[in-house]
């Protein structure tokens, strides 16, 4: 398929390229690094070979969220978004960008996120998970009170917000103990990332701002094969919810939630999503550089999915949730 849209598609400055340096091998380092600082070269090549139209990109994990000092976290999103701001100015017709935001000040967010959509013309946020405020220990999740004004503000802009996952501090990661290999992409980040959206889900968020649109990567983080018995386990038991949200988990799930199928280039997986939230809420992501845009590419292309489905989730839905038809000329 020609056309292809990808939003889950990260680059890195110097001084966060590192972050991502435990994701592969210390062999396979300097590839992933020269991936990770490499914008108009190499991944052009691999868009036009693969068929992709267009990347939305994002600023690598977990970068700004793991700065305790708030001014600091501040001053690196700012910087990080000036510069994707300059990238894609030098082509706009392939590129667009997602804002990084300083999630430990809910309000110095909401400002960064105005700006960025406002006279930086992003087309939304992409956020690595939670944030750590204050000290590298505390891990701060966007379902609390103090965060409600910055859900106001995401939701005034119009602008889709990504929860891309992060792996959990070490004082809570102690159920991967003696099995480091579960943590990042393997398991450990499904895990958190499906946490914290649930949060979200349960805490009434969506009640008060029902116009909100949440992206989770990794065709939802495990989410849609655990809708059902989220919401019906011990159905025999005739009690309440004991979460604040006013109606079913999988309600929210379906209304204010889009999936997209970077790093999980699986038809099983694919078609379970479909059933579960629709075609019209799945969108083609890659997950480069850390996953390969041709193994996304033949994967998707071939899936078997109608072409219909394969146009929207491939495409259009892009399209239409990011408002990108003027710079794709339709």
Same mark, same amino acid.
């Given at each position: 398929?020609?056309?292809?849209?990808?939003?889950?598609?990260?680059?890195?400055?110097?001084?966060?390229?590192?972050?991502?340096?435990? &994701?592969? @091998?210390?062999?396979?380092? @300097?590839?992933?690094?020269?991936?990770?600082?490499?914008?108009?070269? !190499?991944?052009?090549?691999?868009?036009?070979?693969?068929?992709?139209?267009?990347?939305?990109?994002?600023?690598?994990?977990?970068?700004?969220?793991?700065?305790?000092?708030?001014?600091?976290?501040?001053?690196?999103?700012?910087?990080?978004?000036?510069?994707?701001?300059?990238?894609?100015?030098?082509?706009?017709?392939?590129?667009?960008?997602? /804002?990084?935001?300083?999630?430990?000040?809910?309000?110095?967010?909401?400002?960064?996120?105005? !700006?960025?959509?406002?006279?930086?013309?992003?087309?939304?946020?992409?956020?690595?998970?939670?944030?750590?405020?204050?000290?590298?220990?505390?891990?701060?999740?966007?379902?609390?009170?103090?965060?409600?004004?910055?859900?106001?503000?995401?939701?005034?802009?119009?602008?889709?917000?990504?929860?891309?996952?992060?792996?959990?501090?070490?004082?809570?990661?102690?159920?991967?103990?003696?099995?480091? =290999?579960?943590?990042?992409?393997? =398991?450990?980040?499904?895990?958190?990332?499906?946490?914290?959206? #649930?949060?979200?889900?349960?805490?009434?968020?969506?009640?008060?701002?029902?116009?909100?649109?949440?992206?989770?990567?990794?065709?939802?983080?495990?989410?849609?094969?655990?809708?059902?018995?989220?919401?019906?386990?011990?159905? =025999?038991?005739?009690?309440? @919810?004991?979460?604040?949200?006013?109606?079913?988990?999988?309600?929210? &799930? !379906?209304?204010?939630?889009?999936?997209?199928?970077?790093?999980?280039?699986?038809?099983?997986?694919?078609?379970? /999503?479909?059933?579960?939230?629709?075609?019209?809420?799945? #969108?083609?992501?890659?997950?480069?550089?850390?996953?390969?845009?041709?193994?996304?590419?033949?994967?998707?292309?071939?899936?078997?999915?109608?072409?219909?489905?394969?146009?929207?989730?491939?495409?259009?839905?892009?399209?239409?949730?990011?408002?990108?038809?003027?710079?794709?000329?339709?």
């Amino acid at each position: 398929m020609q056309g292809k849209i990808g939003l889950e598609e990260h680059f890195a400055l110097e001084e966060t390229v590192m972050d991502s340096a435990g &994701f592969a @091998p210390e062999t396979h380092w @300097p590839e992933l690094r020269a991936r990770l600082l490499d914008i108009h070269e !190499r991944r052009l090549r691999e868009m036009d070979a693969n068929g992709m139209a267009m990347m939305l990109l994002s600023l690598n994990a977990p970068a700004v969220q793991a700065i305790p000092d708030t001014d600091r976290a501040c001053e690196v999103a700012r910087r990080a978004n000036d510069f994707l701001a300059e990238q894609v100015a030098r082509r706009p017709d392939r590129f667009q960008g997602l /804002a990084a935001l300083p999630m430990q000040d809910p309000e110095r967010a909401a400002r960064e996120l105005e !700006r960025c959509v406002q006279d930086l013309g992003f087309k939304g946020a992409l956020v690595n998970g939670f944030s750590q405020v204050g000290d590298p220990h505390t891990a701060v999740y966007y379902d609390l009170p103090r965060y409600r004004p910055f859900w106001a503000t995401v939701e005034a802009l119009g602008a889709p917000f990504y929860l891309h996952p992060r792996n959990p501090l070490p004082a809570d990661a102690r159920i991967y103990d003696g099995h480091p =290999w579960l943590l990042g992409p393997t =398991w450990g980040f499904g895990q958190e990332t499906a946490v914290h959206a #649930l949060r979200l889900m349960c805490s009434g968020l969506f009640d008060a701002y029902p116009g909100l649109a949440i992206i989770l990567g990794h065709m939802g983080e495990g989410l849609p094969y655990s809708m059902w018995r989220i919401d019906n386990r011990n159905a =025999w038991i005739e009690t309440p @919810p004991r979460y604040p949200a006013r109606r079913r988990i999988a309600e929210y &799930f !379906r209304e204010n939630f889009y999936l997209t199928t970077s790093g999980n280039f699986r038809t099983q997986t694919l078609i379970d /999503a479909i059933l579960e939230v629709g075609a019209d809420r799945i #969108l083609f992501s890659t997950d480069w550089p850390f996953e390969n845009v041709d193994h996304a590419a033949r994967w998707f292309d071939s899936a078997s999915i109608s072409e219909r489905d394969r146009e929207k989730i491939g495409r259009t839905n892009a399209v239409e949730l990011f408002g990108l038809a003027p710079l794709l000329g339709g």
